[in-house]
């Protein structure tokens, strides 16, 4: 087997280019509203558009940017942040893993650097329902689209969300979450044990803002704390069984 | 400091989808890691977005019937576009008709 297989003049990599770039359209508009809101925080932090859209287009992860930034208009220290971005990205160490088993030994090894770059939830849901193994060109066409809309997003949410009104502000602020409820939700209608676990979440955390010692925790640490402890309880406690694809 | 940071999390960020590409050849057998793993998104996840929604908005009932919406839309199937955009028109009409009152 030669290279050619891996070359950009072949149609069939061409042709999973745009699909790819077709299929990254919906979430790069996605991305650019919900970024939007995650202007807000780059804001609250204390940075300029710039740091937004450069952070943005370097780690396109709204839950662990926004956790990031909120520690950051909080006063942080880089361990923490070190941390909480290990924690909260924790989920794409198991999606870098499930993508691994999809690359075919051909494939040369740089492709690998590139495809990890982005590997969002999003982009890894799309990229892991096609059949087969992996063809990074896909990756790369859904690239194309979906980043810029975050970066952008994220950059003009920062400039134009304090010259929003109340009312705008306020419901665009709600986008984020709704993002984690489309991520978090479908999964637990499929798995009892994981609809039971977010609402114990809710509970716990709603619990720990009033709760004496963790309470007194900072955000992050408090994340970190719950997310280890409540993770590894449901662990032990419901083992996933072998050879079950992660949603 | 803020450039800093900025790298901290995206150095992080990088190692953590590229290491288990570029490292890991053989799936994980330990079925403890693996059941770790899967659940981290779901508990980090609901923690973020529960009380912190009902805070986010001016009305805290807002926030609350954004949640309710959003987990029924999510529930339903909707992607992830249609949940954002769900849960951003109840806050709209929800502090609208607070307004009014």
Redesign the interface.
């Known amino acids: 087997m030669n290279n050619s297989n891996y070359s950009f003049q072949n149609p069939n990599n061409q042709r999973a280019f745009k699909m790819g770039f077709r299929d990254g359209i ?2 790069g ?2 991305y650019f ?2 970024a939007f809101s995650l202007g807000v925080a780059v804001k609250d ?3 300029s558009w710039f ?1 937004g859209f ?2 943005s287009w ?2 396109t ?1 709204s ?6 930034f909120s520690l ?1 208009a909080a006063g ?1 220290t ?1 361990l923490e ?2 941390l909480v ?13 499930a ?3 999809r ?1 075919d030994p051909e494939m040369p ?1 740089w492709h ?2 590139l ?3 982005h ?1 969002t ?2 982009l890894f849901g799309i990229t892991i329902a096609r059949p087969g193994t992996l063809n990074p060109y896909y990756s790369y066409g859904a690239f194309i689209p979906a980043v810029p809309g975050w970066a952008l997003g994220t950059a003009l949410g920062t400039v134009v969300g304090t010259i929003l009104p ?3 502000t ?20 499929q798995n009892k044990v ?1 609809a039971a ?2 609402a114990l ?2 509970a ?3 619990a720990s ?1 009033h709760l004496p010692l963790i309470c007194d925790l900072s955000d992050g640490m ?2 970190i704390l ?2 280890v402890v ?3 309880a ?3 406690l ?3 069984k ?1 050879e079950v694809d ?1 949603p | 400091m ?5 790298a ?3 150095i ?3 190692a ?7 490292l ?2 053989k ?2 057998r330990n ?2 890691i ?20 009902v805070q ?3 009305y805290p009932l ?2 609350a019937l ?2 309710v919406v ?2 029924v839309v ?2 339903l ?16 009409i929800t ?2 008709i607070m ?1 009014l009152l």
């Open positions: 919906p979430i508009l996605g509203a919900v932090a204390g940075l740091q450069i952070a370097l780690c992860t839950t662990g940017e926004y956790a990031v950051m942080t880089m942040i070190a971005t290990l924690i909260i990205n924790a989920r794409y160490l198991l999606m870098s893993c993508m691994s088993q690359i090894f690998r650097f495809i990890a770059f590997l939830d999003e109340l009312w705008l306020s419901a665009l602020s709600v986008a984020l979450y709704g993002m984690f409820l489309a991520v978090f939700i479908p999964p637990a209608r994981v676990l977010i979440c809710f716990i955390s709603y803002r408090r994340i719950l997310t409540l993770s590894s449901a662990a032990l419901f083992p996933r072998e992660a | 803020n450039w800093v940071y900025i901290v999390m995206a992080v960020t990088y953590v989808r590229v290491l288990p590409m570029t890991i050849k799936p994980i079925r403890f693996r059941s770790f793993l899967y659940y981290v998104p779901y508990v980090t996840l609901s923690i973020m977005t529960f009380p912190a929604i986010a908005t001016g807002a926030g954004a949640l959003g987990i999510a529930w199937g909707a992607n992830l576009f249609t949940v954002a955009v769900s849960c951003c028109g109840v806050v709209l502090e609208w307004h």
